[in-house]
Structure formats: C-alpha cells, structure tokens
C-alpha cells in the first residue's frame, strides 16, 4: 500500500513507497522532535503515544515497538496483554496541529508471541478485503470516496449521573440565538434545515473550514471542496477526492483528528456525533465506491440503466441484501437511529435509484463519464470505524456480484410521499442498534470469507456493542420522558 504525501505544513517531504530509511533521513530534515506511533482501537477511536525522534530507527520498522493491549477497547484481555506495533512507512506525515515538530506514522498491530498480524487490528481486516477483492478476480482496485458531515459548535455541556441527565448546545451560528440578548446581535443565521450554500455572514464558518482544508493537504489529503451544510449552528462538509480502501480508512482517521484539532485551536468544539439536535439534518458519511480492474471502471455501461454495469447492479443487490447487518458496522451507536428516521434526508428506504436521497444506494449523474461512474451507499455515517466500514461494504457487494444478487426495481420518486400501497413493498433500514447487531448476529457468513472478518472479531463488536452501548442507554432515564410522564 502506498501513500502520496506532500509537503507538510514543515516543510518536509514523504513520497509514495517511502522505505524507513527515507522516513528517517527526512524527518530528520524537517527539523522533527518527536514520532507519534498511532493505530485504531476496535470502535474507532485513534491511540496514540509518542517517542523522541532519535527513537526512531530503521530497526523500529522491522522490530515493532510494544504497548499494552488490555488498555485498548476491544482488545486483549490483562493475562495477554503484551502487543506490538510496526510503523507503516507509507503512512508518515508531519502533524500540522502540534506546536513541537512532531512526525505521525500509522502502525499495524501483531501479536508479539506468534508473531502474527492481530485479528482485531481493525486497519488489518481493511488490508485483508483489498488482498480479497484481488484473489477473487473480479476486480483489482476498490476506490472509495467518504463524505463525512460534522457539527462545528461553540460550546457543550453534558452529563449523566444518578440524579441527572442532560446536555446543551450552543452556537452562534444556530438560530434559536436570533433574538439573544446581551452582546449586539448581528443576526444572519441560517433557519432549520436552511444552512446549505449560504455565503457570509450567514455562514459564519468559511475561514474556519478552509483552515481545515489547508492542514489536512498539508498532511497529504487531497481535499476537492468544503461547504457549510443543511443543518443550522455549523453543519459542515469537507470531502476528500476518492483513494484506495484502506489508504481512505487512513485518511478518515486523519480528517476526524485534524477537524477536531483545528476547531479546538480556534475556540470551537466540532463532534461526528450522527444526530447531536433534535429538529435538524443529522450528519451522514455517504460512500461512493467503485472496482476497477486493469484501468477499467467494472461499474460503467453505457445502455445500463443510469450508466451502471450488471456488475454495479449485483454489487447494489449484495449491499441491500445485507443493510440490516452492515448497519452494525456503518451506523453503531445508538445515536445513528436518531439520524436513520423519516425525513432530514435520511437514507432509510432499502432501494436504489438515480439522483434520489430518499433511497439508500444512490448513483450520481453528475457525470455521463465512464470513470466518474460510482455507486453511493448513504446510510453510513461518521462515527463508525472506517476501516470495519469500508471492509464490511465491500464484502457484501462483492457476495451481489458472486451470487448475481438483482436489488429491488429502481424507484426515481421521492420515496417519503410514496401512497400506503406502493409503500409497503418497501423495506426500511433497522430502527434501532440492537436490531442491527442482531441483523449481524444472523447474517455474517459473507464477512468470513476469505478470512476478511473472524468469528471472534464480530462476537467481540457484539459483545462490546450490546454490554457497553445499547444496555447501558436502554438503562437510564431519557429527559423526554420527564416531559412525558411526570404528571403520570
């Protein structure tokens, strides 16, 4: 796997390929003081801890460097917790959100005893489906293409206990801050679900966005534009141009850390929570995808319907088929059913259809050339770990293309003000998580093969899911239901 990376916002260079004696001599260069070694725990958060720079040798890449397993969600257990980590050359850039020069590398995990990459390393199992794509010999190259919505707000307060419950919110940009009184109020606010494309002083975030923008291309991201979206108080959009599986699951990682940063440096709080406010547009992550073999795009055909190959279609089939279950990996938390409801654009009817967000596998006619054309899966959204993500999408569309998988007839009406009749013959996406991870539960052989995913990584996912998650929230009292039942 390999990495074109830029120069960085210190000036240094790392290139595609890059060997450890490279990333060694140019760190140097650029005047480095410290290596961050980071990896992604099983639910997708990114670890981290760091060594100074004349740490970082050629051996380290070959030796590995270790770290205690036991400590990170969803891996080892106290008697096994000695893990090791190997640096990916490829994967260095320097960090453009730290003030002491500080080089990055993503590392991969091993177990130290047999020697073996570990199965829980969730950037492993995105490895292990490009090798798979590969050897099945349908394609050779899997692109994808993110586009991962977020909140950018001001302030925000939350907690939880034996006696009380709640959060709040706040931006200067939301509308409810319209008649506030105290400092002068200069108004121009976007309304609910009236915050796309406006230009300043509506959109107030525009220098912010483009300060992301600049860092991460300064990390190597090739960013292709960034906008404020639906939501009022700061939803925004940042999409990167389309790269390999996991080289994108690196770079998802990458964009949650420097958007978060760059917010945090500038006094704002920006969270990938799906559906932080009630009464708005949620914040998806919508997945373009498409397989290229020998420099052909395999989802092109020119009489198909929307330009779409029969190979598109089965892989659309293989992705309805299997929503319910990839839902535990693309949208898991219960927060993402909040998102995943009748209107704000959600994507919960299991159908396809060209130019309609209403359906759940949308094919974008921007474009009538043959390499633009892409399948979107719109379900997904950005608190979900990329790498199990990415991986678990394309082993179901590759299962439609195996088994000729037909997905329901196309539908090109807006799926929401369909009549009761014509309604019921559509299927909907799972209501909840636990309905998802039940989904999961029954319906993972296709994840298996090839060795992708192992039983022990999805009944881990289960297990971490059920007792940590959906248990935890179904336990507590919600404040809506003060409102509801006080008086009862």
Known sequence: MTATLPTTASGAKTAAGASPADVVRKAKEAG??????RFTDLPGTWQHFSIPLKELTEELFKEGIGFDGSSIRGFQAINESDMLLFPDPASAFVDPCLEVPTLSLTCDVSDPVTGQRYSR??????????QYLIKTGIATTAYYGPEAEFYIFNSVRFDQNAHEGYYHIDSEEGIWNSGTNGNPNQGHRPRHKEGYFPVPPVDRLQDLRSKIMLALMASGVDVEVHHHEVGTA?????????????RMGDQLMMYKYIVKNVCHQNGYTATFMPKPMFGDNGSGMHVHMSLWKDGTNLFFDPKGYALLSEAARWYIGGLIKHAPALLAFAAPTTNSYRRLVPGYEAPINLIYSQRNRSA??????????PKAKRVEFRAPDPSSNPYLTFAALLMAGLDGIKNKTEPPKPMDVDLYDLEPEERKHVKNTPGSLNESLAALEADHAFLLEGGVFTPDLIETWLAYKRAKEVDPVALRPHPYEFFLYYDV
Not at 121 to 130: G, H
Not at 361 to 367: D, E, L, N
């Open 234 to 246: 700061g939803q925004t959009e940042i999409d990167m141009r389309f790269n390999t599986l996991a």
């Open 32 to 37: 480095v003081q410290v290596v961050d070694l």
């Open 121 to 130: 390393d969730p950037r492993y199992v995105a490895q292990k489906a490009e």
């Open 360 to 369: 759940i596998c949308r094919i974008p006619v921007y474009s009538k050339s």
